[in-house]
């Protein structure tokens, strides 16, 4: 049996109240012969089971099921991609869905493609307040292939996200990809980790990816972040092991770019350590040593770490316990960078 253009995979965990939505943006008969939907069953305990199996008698050919005990997001993602036998490899969260005029576009083009990555805009959708940001990726061309040299890396730019990225599958395959279980955060070593192995990528200009965002119980709720600080710091020491183990062999693009995005969550972990953690002296403790294992590990993270602002105030210090800004403060400095940076990326559009 000839493989499929597509296997998306959906990892399910109890979200019942979403996951028709999901499959449904989906499932098109245009595209049934082209489409391998791998559904993973992630140990839920409510009526999610149910509904999968519903689906899979419905679509014989194109869903596959499998139900496992529960492993976290990194253990359905790895399940997924060893069944995985199309071209070309998504992952699609179940409570998140598809532009389904997009993703038919996406459809369409996938035959033509040689690429390792195939990159489309995406959108975050703030649904219990109805509003919707957008992200373009501006200082890419439409259908434009790209090596990651022939892009100038720089602060402010959006990265590769599981939300824009189309793999190829044998290229996750063959660098190993595996994702820790019982983890959040892994999306972030399922977006750099085949990064060192990427000789192309084709941007296509149309969006596919509508990310629901607003649930309390998500892991990108302040709340949920400081409680799961050590689950951020293990995937940032992973990327940042990522990096070391490949840095002689790297490209000057793809070293640039694989900086930038452990800049990004790097930064990102020194607020829930400097700022949002409200026991100071274990807070500055924990910068202090991650500092120091960083500094032995990869020297050009440790230079880059200097430019962040909590950094910076700690070594010269001497990581003792400060207070440096309150988190309302925080929240208008940390905003209004992100506006600086979407302004500059706009200004580097064509």
């Known amino acids: 049996m000839p493989s499929k253009t597509l296997s998306l995979v959906v990892p399910v965990y109890n979200t019942e109240q979403y996951l028709r939505r999901c499959l449904d943006s989906v499932l098109l008969e245009e595209i049934s012969d082209e489409l391998e939907l791998i559904v993973v069953n992630d140990g839920s305990t409510d009526s999610s089971l149910a509904i999968l199996r519903e689906y899979q008698s419905l679509y014989p050919g194109v869903v596959v099921l499998i139900d496992k005990e529960n492993g976290g997001h990194g253990s359905a993602v790895n399940a997924g991609l060893r069944a995985a036998t199309g071209r070309y490899y998504r992952v699609l969260d179940s409570d998140d869905w598809f532009d389904t005029p997009g993703f038919l576009r996406l459809m369409a083009r996938l035959p033509s493609c040689l690429e390792d990555l195939i990159v489309t805009p995406y959108s975050q959708e703030y649904t219990w307040n109805g509003t919707e940001i957008r992200y373009d990726y501006p200082y890419l061309d439409h259908n434009r292939v790209y090596t990651m040299e022939e892009i100038d890396w ?57 990310y629901f965002l607003g649930r309390p119980e998500q892991s990108m709720s302040h709340d949920v972040m400081l409680r799961q600080t050590p689950m951020h710091q293990k995937v940032l020491c992973r990327l940042i092991d990522d990096y070391a183990e490949h840095t002689e062999s790297l490209s000057p693009g793809t070293r640039r ?19 949002y953690n409200p026991n100071r002296r274990r807070a500055y403790r924990g910068v202090r040593e991650l500092e120091a294992w960083i500094r032995g590990r990869a020297p050009e993270v440790y230079a880059l770490g200097g430019r962040i602002p909590y950094l910076q105030l700690s070594r010269r210090l001497g990581y003792r316990n400060v207070l440096l800004l309150d988190r309302r403060a925080v929240h208008l400095l940390t905003e209004l960078r992100h506006r600086l940076h979407r302004r500059r990326g706009a200004e580097q559009s064509p």
């Open 154 to 210: 720089q602060e402010g730019m959006d990265y590769f996200t599981l939300a824009s990225s189309t793999w190829r599958t044998q290229l996750l395959k063959d660098c190993g990809l595996q994702l820790p279980e019982k983890c959040s955060y892994v999306d972030m070593e399922y977006n750099l980790h085949p990064i060192p192995y990427v000789k192309s990528i084709r941007f296509l200009d149309f969006p596919v990816y509508r």
């Open 257 to 275: 770019y694989m900086l930038l995005m452990i800049y990004y969550m790097l930064y990102t972990h020194c607020n829930l350590l400097c700022v």
